[in-house]
């Protein structure tokens, strides 16, 4: 890996996959939005190798944090990874360095969500917005709600026989419950949209 900066101050990086632009803003920007101490990393993928879905990402926990560090923002918001971790919180519990992998790849999904950056999967981040939106009308999740707008959208009924069997058991209710302080949730849901 070769850095250089150009005659116009820009710098870039030059890999196995080609010259990448480097925004140095975005390193500071990531860090500010969510207080990360990135500076601490020093690789050992401790945070990768605990990962029970690093398999499925093109782009590893450890490699995330690096290139945020470079300031590689096209990659890094670019990459299904962070549409993938499950934010199960295993990286943070074993970090030496207590970076919180979860936390900076909802601040990436934010910020690749605000400056309307997508992938190559267009589905996830969909998905993304889709799950929260009945947060903002119920207060929380409606998960047949959730379900039937998803099929529909997709005309994907491959699992059909699962949701029947899920209402016959009374696994997925019919009718969102009620929930205290919806005003308010409307409120925060609102604030966060604004910021």
């Known amino acids: 890996?070769?850095?250089r900066r150009s005659a116009t101050s820009s710098i870039t990086i030059k890999d196995q996959t080609g010259v990448q632009p480097v925004d140095t803003d975005f390193t500071q920007q990531v860090k500010d939005a969510g207080n990360f101490p990135l500076d601490r990393c020093y690789q050992c993928f401790t945070c990768t190798l605990g990962c029970p879905v690093a398999k499925y990402m093109d782009i590893k926990p450890d490699q995330i944090v690096r290139m945020v560090q470079l300031g590689l923002k096209q990659q890094v918001l670019t990459s299904e990874a962070i549409w993938i971790c499950c934010a199960c919180e295993t990286c943070v519990t074993r970090c030496p360095n207590e970076i919180d992998v979860p936390k900076l790849?909802?601040?990436?999904?934010?910020?690749?969500?605000?400056?309307?950056i997508t992938g190559k999967?267009?589905?996830?981040?969909?998905f993304h917005k889709d799950f929260l939106y009945p947060i903002k009308i119920f207060g929380k999740q409606y998960e047949l709600g959730l379900i039937v707008y998803q099929v529909l959208k997709t005309l994907d009924f491959g699992d059909l026989g699962l949701g029947i069997k899920m209402i016959l058991r009374n696994k997925l209710s019919f009718l969102?419950?009620?929930?205290?302080?919806?005003?308010?949730?409307k409120r925060i849901y609102e604030k966060t949209k604004q910021d």
């Open 176 to 185: 969102p419950g009620r929930v205290k302080g919806l005003a308010q949730i």
């Open 1 to 3: 890996m070769s850095y």
């Open 121 to 126: 999967n267009k589905i996830i981040p969909k």
């Open 105 to 116: 790849m909802d601040t990436l999904k934010e910020t690749a969500i605000r400056e309307k």
